[in-house]
């Protein structure tokens, strides 16, 4: 059951593990303009990028300074002269500090873009709650936010500002060939200086699918693999483990066919690139030089300058190979993260939540819900809570109650109708600020009793929390552990039971401050101890919160004020009739 993505405030995650019970993620349409619109970088990794392609033209040009220098020393060496060995050691020199410190920008670069990606990813996966997860695969979502963004560092600032650098190298060794060389030679070989960048687009435009196709099937397998070892005690349990591992390697060989389909493209492209570009520019290079000293127009120094520059001209091609390596894979990266990032979210978490010191009043107005493609779930409810009043939801499976709980605190936006607050509209932050959830499975971080407390009320002191566990009646049984609130739990609680773990969770909604109590079958999947524990803490709040409770047992119901059965989309009293 989805969770409410407000339990990052109030002690708790998003743990809907949607990404189960989500559709394998496949090659979606094309960008849209919005979603192209979204930028990947800030304007630090665009200004590291232009440092990065600075760099590459002060290698290409010491490299120019090199092949003027061979051709000089050809000639020098014709005529008796000793050779400039100066010049060539200051242009080597130059051309190696440029390229090294090009290789230490663009790593660190990369290093910091992919970190800021991820905290930028997870950031909105949080805004948009578990509902507006729940179409998503958590594997792929992992995958996107550790090696994806990755890819996307390494492919925007170690492949493109290179590239860029590259792509201005042909000019560059042009405009030192006609100003050091010959004019007319220079404007011959500027007629196949299109080439490399038309090259360069058309590889990309080709490769995209199978670039595309092999990074669907990486999620997928990443999406398989996550779900498979989340859920190995239950396929252990009902002897599915050999099933799901011969399908894991059904997906597994899919993944290697991708993978291979897109290496034959990409290497078939780059052999007859290799064997007619490199050989036609190349031959143009040395025909034109040979021309040109014969007529008497150049020496054979300049010839032999002319022939090194036109095999500076070819640096553009070497990031052929780079491409696929790097820039396939993030350019597919990007495009998921620009969907994902266009995806609209609940509400920003960057705002401190405001929290209302008394219980409120709750209002359902005619408030309908229908999940997409789907007959409406809710049709028309109306709810009145008075503030302090404590009120009972009963129906049976299926007739919406969790779908409910998931709009009065703001995981959900109604198709239909409002929800006000002391009588005023709520949107779904102002819900998300003035609930806590208590649901029915609780989500435990490993470390400490204190941090998960902290989780709720980062600033909460000591007292504050032994106040939370006491209304939990869990007191006693923190203070009987070996360090107390510094004892260390395991991750969804390993170390407490399981009716330990949900008065944590009860204590943290209270330590949150938040005065509306949502409580999702808070009894469930307890021991009836604890049952017992939670019903009395719940009913001693008396009319100091709001309390809206889903339940189906009935000794849950002691202490309520009222209640409701939700059946074909609408609440009525209990007791009466459809």
Not at 28 to 43: C, F, K, S
């Amino acid at each position: 059951m989805a969770r409410h993505p407000a339990e990052v405030d109030t002690g708790g995650v998003p743990g809907s593990r949607p990404g189960v019970r989500g559709r394998v993620s496949r090659p979606g349409p094309p960008l849209t303009p919005a979603e192209r619109a979204i930028p990947l970088d800030r304007p630090l990794d665009r200004l590291r990028m232009a440092g990065a392609a600075l760099l590459a033209l002060t290698t290409t040009l010491a490299m120019t300074g090199v092949c003027l220098w061979l051709g000089s020393t050809l000639d020098a060496a014709r005529a008796g002269n000793e050779p400039a060995w100066w010049l060539a050691v200051a242009c080597v020199g130059v051309a190696a500090a440029a390229e090294g410190g090009r290789i230490v920008l663009e790593q660190t670069s990369a290093l910091s873009q992919a970190n800021h990606l991820q905290r930028r990813l997870v950031s909105h996966a949080l805004a948009l709650g578990p509902a507006r997860l729940s179409t998503s695969r958590t594997g792929s979502l992992v995958n996107l936010m550790t090696s994806g963004c990755d890819k996307i560092g390494l492919y925007r600032q170690t492949y493109l500002g290179g590239l860029i650098g590259g792509l201005l190298t042909p000019l560059l060794a042009l405009v030192v060939m006609a100003v050091s060389i010959d004019a007319p030679a220079a404007l011959i070989l500027a007629g196949l200086t299109p080439l490399p960048p038309l090259l360069i687009w058309a590889f990309t435009t080709w490769t995209r699918k199978a670039g595309g196709g092999a990074r669907a099937a990486r999620s997928r397998l990443a999406a398989r693999y996550l779900a498979a070892i989340e859920g190995l005690e239950t396929l252990a349990v009902i002897g599915a483990a050999p099933r799901m591992a011969a399908s894991l390697a059904r997906s597994g060989e899919a993944n290697r066919v991708a993978t291979m389909r897109m290496l034959r493209s990409n290497q078939l492209i780059l052999f007859i690139v290799d064997v007619s570009f490199y050989l036609v520019f190349i031959a143009a290079g040395v025909a034109v030089a040979a021309w040109r000293a014969a007529d008497g127009a150049i020496s054979a120094g300049e010839a032999l300058s002319i022939v090194a520059l036109t095999v500076l001209m070819l640096e553009p091609m070497a990031h052929m190979g780079g491409f696929f390596y790097v820039g396939m894979g993030g350019r597919a990266n990007e495009a998921s993260s620009r969907k994902f990032l266009a995806r609209t979210a609940v509400l920003s978490p960057s705002r401190p939540a405001c929290v209302d010191a008394t219980a409120p009043s709750l209002e359902v107005r005619g408030v309908s819900f229908a999940y997409s493609g789907r007959r409406p779930v809710l049709d028309g409810v109306d709810l009145r809570v008075a503030p302090g009043e404590h009120v009972a939801i009963v129906g049976p499976s299926g007739s919406g109650k969790s779908t409910l709980i998931h709009l009065l605190t703001g995981t959900l936006v109604p198709s239909r109708g409002t929800l006000a607050l002391n009588g005023q509209a709520a949107d779904s932050a102002r819900l998300r600020r003035a609930s806590a959830l208590v649901a029915q499975s609780t989500w435990l971080f490993t470390g400490t009793v204190r941090d998960n407390l902290a989780l709720a009320a980062p600033q909460a002191s000591e007292a504050d929390m032994w106040d939370a566990l006491t209304k939990a009646h869990l007191a006693a049984e923190i203070a009987a552990l070996p360090a107390g609130l510094d004892t260390h739990i395991g991750e969804r609680g390993i170390g407490l039971s399981g009716g330990q773990a949900q008065r944590l969770s009860l204590a943290r909604a209270f330590l949150s401050g938040r005065r509306l109590l949502v409580c999702d079958e808070p009894t469930s999947s307890i021991d009836l101890a604890s049952e017992k524990a939670i019903t009395s803490a719940l009913r001693a709040l008396g009319e100091d919160y709001t309390i809206v409770m889903v339940t189906h047992r009935a000794s849950s119901l002691a202490g309520i004020d009222r209640t409701l059965v939700l059946a074909d989309g609408r609440l009525k009293p209990e007791g009466v009739a459809s």
